[in-house]
């Protein structure tokens, strides 16, 4: 069963005129800090929480905490 997994790093709002301007090289601020922990995303749902890490030249994500079953379901529940 393919299912979409993604890593959410921040969120922002910006008008569709800002959004327009955004080039190659635009920086775009979020709303989390550096070395704050990334949420997990399996179809949207949260799963775990993380931190990204480099390995040689790539970006990953180490898992360093893991949603519990019933607050899965909770989250669910509340959509």
Known sequence: IPLN????????RR???????????????LDRLENEPVDILVN???????????AKEYFGVRITN?????????SLSTR
Do not use: C, F, Y
Request: proline share 2%; glycine share 6%.
């Open 44 to 54: 949207d749902t949260l799963i775990a929480r993380g931190e990204v890490v480099v």
């Open 5 to 12: 997994l993604s890593v959410l790093l921040g969120r922002t």
């Open 15 to 29: 008008r569709i005129a800002d959004v327009l301007k955004i080039t190659q090289g635009s920086i775009v601020e």
């Open 66 to 74: 893991i949603i519990s079953p019933e607050n899965r379901i909770k």
